[in-house]
């Protein structure tokens, strides 16, 4: 059975950095695409960053030089390293695999997803 | 500001069919594929349709999707009381260079 489980979340202050890990089970991270999503409270689901199964990786602008990818091909985990942290960047983190057949990678299409890890940036 | 315009609300009784539209751009459904999802706060996202009308495995039929130019939606018929949740669409966008996703709507079932 697929299972992504999130953590690391937690109160920081602005400026403050955070590293949130996906442990994924039933599958193998290192053949998917694997990608982050948060939801502000109140707000919609914004995509937040890709790690490609060859390696590259894919910023939101909102994030870029602030955050990074990474991947653990050892322990089946994703990770993401969130430096220089502002309020705005308060949401609920999911961790989420990007849909593959055989034959064809869906973009925009997640489908697996974690329960969330909720980062909360305020002083 | 989400890039994809959903309405904020929607709602119907239990046996009747509700639609969900999902409103872009060239650089996103006018020229890619359109995924839905379900969403329970406190919940996994739920995959509901992929490449605009796609079930996955063990989506029941009731769940539709379709796309017209820059627009698309989410069709549910025989409504039941567990359909009532958030549903989000979402696209790549060629501009952005990244998936984006609708602002979300909250179906309620009266």
């Known amino acids: 059975e697929v299972q992504l489980v999130e953590s690391g979340g937690g109160v920081i202050q602005p400026g403050g950095s955070l590293r949130l890990s996906c442990s994924a089970s039933?599958?193998?991270?290192?053949?998917?695409?694997m990608n982050w999503v948060r939801q502000a409270p109140g707000k919609g689901l914004e995509w937040v960053s890709v790690f490609y199964s060859a390696g590259s990786t894919t910023y939101a602008d909102s994030v870029k030089g602030r955050f990074t990818i990474s991947r653990d091909n050892y322990m089946n985990t994703l990770s993401l390293e969130m430096n220089s942290l502002r309020v705005e960047d308060t949401a609920i983190y999911y961790c989420?695999?990007?849909?593959?057949?055989?034959?064809?990678?869906?973009?925009?299409?997640?489908?697996?997803w974690g329960r969330g890890t909720l980062v909360t940036v305020s002083s | 500001q989400s890039v994809l315009t959903q309405p904020p609300s929607a709602s119907a009784t239990p046996g009747q069919r509700v639609t969900i539209s999902c409103s872009g751009s060239s650089s996103n459904i006018g020229s890619n594929t359109v995924n839905w999802y379900q969403h329970l706060p406190g919940t996994a996202p739920k995959f509901l349709i992929y490449?605009?009308?796609r079930r996955p495995s063990g989506v029941p039929d009731r769940f539709s999707g379709s796309k017209s130019g820059t627009s698309a939606s989410l069709a549910i018929s025989g409504l039941q009381s567990e359909d009532e949740a958030d549903y989000y669409c979402a696209a790549w966008d060629d501009s952005l260079n990244g998936p984006v996703f609708g602002g979300g709507t909250k179906l309620t079932v009266l």
């Open positions: 039933g599958f193998t991270i290192s053949n998917s695409y």
């Open positions: 490449n605009n009308n």
């Open positions: 989420a695999r990007q849909y593959c057949t055989t034959t064809s990678c869906y973009p925009g299409a997640f489908d697996y």
